[in-house]
């Protein structure tokens, strides 16, 4: 009788991933492009969000890659606005992966350093689980989802390093249970501020658009 013997074979099912989301970083890096992977779910208002915080990014060249499954609606409205936006569309796919990104970015002319929002797929959940070559995650959440989505989506929260709340102008006509939202939040997460904000009043953004130009600035330091 023959020996046998089993061998168990444990690889990262992310390894590729996360090779090519290494190269992405590391290439952005010496072009002086910070990377913002920007989180949330649909219609969370993340481009809006982005709109928003490019326009307090005073001195920080913009560029957008809006990823979505079908269209490029929102490529085109950022694109009307002067920024410099490219599409991925991911025809099902519900989160954005490294090969995609490494697509996009070979074909984007970065004429200067600046800060590359990548505007993820609407979910909460697959996209945390990828890395797409980004110095730091945004989450994008709102007071219209009620103040269990720390519970219930953990990683997404965990993950980020800055958490906008966004639409408080509506906080007063919702039940909306802040401190349950915080203590959720802070349980998987002590550190990323989390930054109250509304597109309506302008609430918040020069905070996000400060803490952001701050972590580009760090990051970016002796490349």
């Known amino acids: 009788m023959h020996d046998v013997r089993e061998i168990t074979v444990m690889e990262n099912i992310h390894g590729e991933n996360d090779h090519i989301a290494y190269h992405i970083n590391e290439d952005l890096t010496g072009k002086g492009i910070f990377v913002a992977n920007v989180m949330g779910a649909p219609g969370i208002g993340k481009t809006t969000v982005i709109k928003n915080l490019i326009a307090k990014l005073r001195g920080h060249m913009p560029y957008?890659?809006?990823?979505?499954?079908?269209?490029?609606?929102?490529?085109?409205?950022?694109?009307?606005?002067?920024?410099?936006?490219?599409?991925?569309?991911?025809?099902?796919?519900?989160?954005?992966?490294?090969?995609?990104?490494?697509?996009?970015?070979?074909?984007?002319?970065?004429?200067?350093?600046?800060?590359?929002?990548?505007?993820?797929?609407?979910?909460?959940?697959?996209?945390?689980?990828?890395?797409?070559g980004e110095h730091t995650k945004i989450l994008i959440c709102s007071v219209t989802e009620g103040s269990d989505k720390p519970y219930k989506y953990p990683l997404a929260f965990e993950k980020a390093g800055m958490i906008i709340l966004n639409k408080v102008d509506l906080a007063p006509y919702l039940e909306f249970d802040e401190s349950f939202f915080m203590k959720g939040l802070r349980a998987i997460n002590k550190n990323a501020p989390v930054i109250k904000a509304s597109s309506k009043t302008g609430e918040g953004f020069e905070e996000a658009a400060g803490w952001l130009a701050d972590q580009a600035a760090q990051a970016l330091a002796g490349r």
Do not use: W, Y
Not at 77 to 84: D, E, F, P, Q, Y
Not at 88 to 107: E, K, R, S, W, Y
């Open 64 to 132: 957008v890659i809006e990823g979505d499954i079908e269209s490029d609606i929102d490529t085109r409205a950022l694109r009307a606005m002067g920024i410099k936006a490219f599409q991925i569309n991911t025809f099902g796919a519900c989160h954005l992966d490294a090969p995609l990104v490494h697509n996009a970015v070979q074909n984007i002319e970065f004429d200067e350093p600046g800060i590359l929002f990548i505007e993820n797929v609407g979910n909460l959940v697959c996209p945390a689980e990828f890395s797409i």
